[in-house]
């Protein structure tokens, strides 16, 4: 279970929140102009990195005010928070991007949250 | 097939205290390069692999894996076999497993332990009640064995459990007779020593890292163990499918999300049924070692960590103890996760794509098990005629496109 610190509230138990799913996803300004792949590809289709993945959270049962995040999938450790409108840090201030596709151990499963590397 | 069990074979064996029988399946070098290479060496992928060499005739096959078989959700799920799915489609593809499991321990000569013993779903307010009753209705229309059964079929099925006195009462439920559950590892293993009869090379601890395409074709993939060659990949990596894809420049509609499940200490026979609620979202059936196998859900949020939260075994805990009130003094023995790789739709996808000779098997969310068999038979048919089986032509890629979904999110028993 994450602790994850709302601009707003300060730090509250992961409960609390929604996960918004991806964040920074721009809706074709255009819409009757966009070919159905361009429409499925909004509509369907969201990045699914094991590492770097900057998402939305909505503080549910607090102030109810979305938020960005920026978390590392493969450990689930949150590496920042930013309020929305805010500018995304770039992946560069991360220095633990885990290999991809896997950079977990050779064998079994990558819980190293745990027994950080 | 070569390698029998027998009653005599573990008579002589026994001769020799068990030490002297013979590996299940070899564990070669890859070669340089192969006719077909299938990423990942769960039930799916080996079965492929199985179906390909045994109904298409083909034999330089590879499966890598990149740890050990069936250690992935093969081995990390909680072993319920159905096919009570609402949708034309997902009926077709389902029941077409179920019939494949109901001959499996045959087929393969190997106990994979396939009990029958019922699958159970439960109603707990009138909208549940309304859409079960829909959804048998349409199992009937498909030939599939659902029933809607009342609360006191549900006594007699299954007596500890609480239908009145909790928050969420049980109006009722479906009940499909010839659903079950099997022994998971011992299908992941099956699958192997046959397809290694054949000549199927399974390659563990290697993990596959890069696609390699060119000029809209594959070529091979980019391994642990170095580059193999083959214009044909069939990919079957479960919750790391989309990161595979995205190597050869395709994005799939996933999200990987962590599933849990939890196993208690065993106990003596108490519950003879597989029974499942969506509504709170328990779901429990019993092993033939006596611990309860608990199902939990998926956590909010995409990750990779095999373990998940804590708080969504808390939840179903909550619901278990208050439909079974006497499990409330048992211990848990383990928990564990799993990455599921689930769709929009929460169906999955069995596809060609835009790149020639590769092919996707993925997107079974939080049910892929019960499909082990149906899916790894169309998979094969799949890439060994290039174009999909009539079964599963609907679970195309195409039908993000075009609009075709098969939504299923009432018939999965994990709430996505």
Redesign the interface.
């Known amino acids: ?2 602790l994850i610190n709302c601009p707003y509230c300060g730090e509250r138990d ?2 609390e929140f ?2 918004g ?1 991806e964040a920074h996803v721009a809706r074709p300004k255009n819409p009757e102009l966009v070919s ?2 361009e429409w ?2 909004y ?4 990045a ?3 590492g770097i ?1 900057y ?1 939305r959270w909505v503080h549910t049962h607090g102030c109810k005010k979305w938020f960005n995040a920026v ?1 590392n ?4 450790e949150i590496l920042k928070i930013y309020k929305l409108g805010e500018e995304p840090p770039t992946l560069k201030d991360f220095k633990n991007t885990p290999k ?3 950079g977990e151990p ?6 190293f ?1 745990v027994k950080k590397l | 097939m070569k390698k029998k069990y027998s009653f005599f074979s573990v008579l002589k064996n026994s001769l020799s205290y068990h030490e002297n029988w013979k590996k299940m399946w070899r564990s070669p070098e890859p070669r340089k390069s192969y006719d077909i290479i299938i990423v990942g060496g769960g039930g799916h992928g080996l079965g492929t692999a199985y179906y390909l060499a045994k109904e298409h005739g083909l034999k330089n096959i590879a499966v890598i894996e ?3 078989l069936g ?1 992935g959700n093969t081995g990390r799920n909680t072993t319920i076999i159905r096919s009570n799915y609402l949708w034309d489609e997902s009926a077709h593809l389902y029941e077409h497993s179920l019939k494949l499991w109901e001959n499996l321990s045959t087929e393969l000569n190997y106990n994979i332990m396939f009990s029958q013993r019922g699958v159970m779903n439960l109603a707990h307010n009138e909208h549940d009640k309304k859409e079960i009753k829909r959804r048998v209705s349409a199992n009937k229309l498909n030939g599939i064995d659902s029933y809607w059964v009342d609360k006191n079929q549900i006594k007699k099925l299954v007596p500890i459990m609480n239908t009145d006195n909790l928050r969420y009462p049980v109006l009722g439920a479906s009940f499909q007779p010839r659903g079950g559950v099997a022994r998971h590892d011992a299908v992941a293993w099956s699958f192997a020593m046959r397809a290694d009869e054949m000549g199927v090379d399974i390659i563990q ?1 290697c ?3 890069n696609i390699k395409t060119s000029k809209g074709k594959v070529e091979g993939v980019e391994t ?1 163990k170095g580059f193999i060659r083959s214009n044909r990949v069939g990919v079957a990596a479960s919750g ?1 499918t ?3 894809a995205e ?1 050869a420049g395709i ?6 999300k962590p599933l849990q499940a939890l196993v208690s200490e065993p106990i003596k026979p108490v519950i003879n049924t597989v029974v499942m609620s969506n509504a709170v979202h328990a779901y429990v059936s019993q092993s033939d070692k006596g611990e309860l196998v608990i199902g939990a859900g998926t956590d ?8 998940g ?3 969504i075994i808390e939840d179903t805990i909550r619901a278990i103890i208050e439909l079974y009130p006497v499990f409330g003094k048992m211990k848990m023995l383990r928990q564990w996760g799993g990455i599921v ?1 689930i769709c ?1 739709d929460a169906s999955p996808i069995i596809s060609k794509c835009d790149v020639k000779g590769l092919y996707f098997n993925c997107g079974w969310g939080t049910g892929g098990f019960k499909a082990t068999p149906g899916s790894a038979h169309l998979f094969a048919y799949t890439i060994a005629k290039d174009e999909p089986h009539v079964i599963n032509a609907p679970f195309n890629l195409n039908r ?3 609009g075709r979904l098969v939504d299923e999110h009432g018939a999965a028993a994990v709430a996505h």
């Open positions: 279970m994450l992961q409960s929604s996960n799913g159905d792949r499925s590809e509509v369907f289709i969201r699914n990195p094991k993945f998402e978390r999938t493969s450990t689930d991809t596709p896997s050779k064998v079994g499963s990558g819980n949250a | 990149k740890g050990w250690g601890n993990e596959v890292k642990s790391h989309s990161i595979l190597t994005r799939l509609p996933l999200q990987s909010g949020y995409n990750s990779f960590t095999q373990r939260g804590y708080n790789d929009p993000f496109i075009s």
